[in-house]
């Protein structure tokens, strides 16, 4: 099911930007475009879910990484743009509560590790100033992450891909009339998360978690 659900999104993805390119072919401004970026991932993780019923699971942590990624694109017309983007975010530790406060015994230690995304974004760039374009843009994708937890006393893992988007705003300056830099902070939701608990002793469990993420980015976008 997750392999099926990853090629569609991979098949929709590459068509949505097909269309989009066949659309603006007659523009003077159309051009396609490869991009590298790397940046610095702030991470945020709410815990749920039961280990076991009726010991709830609670509290939240936070972790950074670093995120690389590459986009490949096209400038539709003067103030629109859209693409492909596939990034890599480093492994995320967290530590949250079993056994329910005020006062849990135990503590999970999650791992969130191979973090990687694909998304299609849109860009609108509405005011051109000299070298300067600001930008504000939107997408949608998936996250594919391994994940694993232990509270000593029960644990589980899950391989998972989970529907995530994204919005991201930030500034750009043209270098050449090919090369451009750009800085941004981006807001991504990767996800909920679910991971089945098992123990001999305690019985199952079911733990959940919601995954998102503030990040500032650098790229470096080359149009042809």
């Not at 702030?42 to 990484?65: C, I, L, Q, R, V």
């Not at 300067?132 to 232990?150: D, E, L, R």
């Not at 300056?173 to 451009?180: A, K």
Request: proline letters at 3%; charged letters at 20%; one cysteine or more.
């Amino acid at each position: 099911m997750k392999k099926t659900y990853s090629m569609i999104l991979f098949v929709a993805c590459i068509a949505s930007v097909l269309f989009c390119s066949s659309v603006a072919l007659a523009s003077d401004d159309f051009r396609f475009y490869f991009e590298g970026e790397v940046g610095g991932s702030f991470a945020d993780f709410d815990s749920g879910g039961w280990n076991p019923e009726p010991f709830k699971n609670t509290g939240d942590d936070s972790d950074e990484s670093v995120i690389t990624g590459v986009h490949l694109g096209a400038e539709l017309f003067e103030y629109l743009r859209a693409d492909i983007g596939f990034s890599h975010r480093g492994d995320l530790d967290f530590t949250t509560n079993s056994y329910a406060p005020p006062t849990p015994d135990y503590f999970y230690k999650t791992k969130i590790e191979d973090i990687y995304t694909l998304m299609f974004s849109v860009y609108l760039e509405p005011v051109h100033y000299k070298k300067f374009t600001p930008y504000i843009g939107a997408g949608v994708g998936s996250t594919w992450a391994k994940i694993s937890t232990n509270d000593t006393a029960i644990k589980g893992s899950s391989d998972q891909a989970n529907f995530a988007w994204q919005a991201e705003a930030g500034i750009q300056y043209d270098l050449t009339q090919h090369l451009t830099l750009k800085l941004g902070y981006r807001y991504i939701d990767m996800g909920n998360i679910k991971v089945h608990l098992r123990s001999e002793v305690t019985g199952e469990g079911d733990y959940r978690g919601e995954l998102t993420a503030n990040e500032v980015i650098f790229g470096v976008r080359y149009s042809f």
